[in-house]
């Protein structure tokens, strides 16, 4: 997002941001520095807080896909979205075989993941 953009939007509203990985470092940077920029680390008391109106807000879809199917929030500034993907990794620390129960939660979430409508 163009700093001029990120400023104009904190002049007019308060800006909420989700605290991750690198593609939101330079927003989160920019906002951190701004009186009316709060940075979370928790998607789901961001989602909260936006949905009763605290602010505008940068979550990822798959916090938010109900909430915009429902109509509760809004997607803002497309333009602008990065486009960046959040990946999931499984990861069994231990030696020998996986446990029953580990490659069950596995194959859940495969299966789920496959059929999310969210792009990835």
Same mark, same amino acid.
């Given at each position: 997002? #163009? ?10 509203? *308060? ?14 940077? +920019? &906002?951190s520095? *701004? &009186?009316? &920029?709060?940075?979370?680390?928790n998607?789901?008391?961001?989602k909260?807080? +936006?949905?009763n ?6 979550? =990822? ?6 909430e915009?199917? =429902?109509?509760?929030?809004? #997607?803002? +500034? ?6 960046? +993907? ?7 620390v231990?030696?020998?075989?996986? #446990?029953?129960?580990v490659? =069950?939660?596995?194959?859940h979430?495969?299966?789920t993941?496959k059929?999310?409508?969210l #792009?990835?």
């Amino acid at each position: 997002m #163009p700093p001029e953009l990120l400023r104009l939007l904190l002049h007019f509203h *308060r800006f909420l941001l989700l605290h991750g990985g690198d593609g939101h470092a330079h927003a989160s940077a +920019l &906002a951190s520095r *701004r &009186a009316r &920029a709060r940075i979370y680390n928790n998607g789901e008391t961001l989602k909260h807080l +936006l949905l009763n109106g605290v602010g505008i807000g940068r979550l =990822a879809l798959w916090h938010v896909a109900a909430e915009f199917k =429902a109509g509760r929030l809004v #997607p803002l +500034l497309e333009k602008y979205n990065p486009g960046d +993907l959040e990946q999931i990794h499984a990861v069994h620390v231990g030696g020998g075989q996986v #446990p029953h129960r580990v490659r =069950a939660f596995i194959r859940h979430m495969v299966d789920t993941m496959k059929a999310s409508p969210l #792009p990835g």
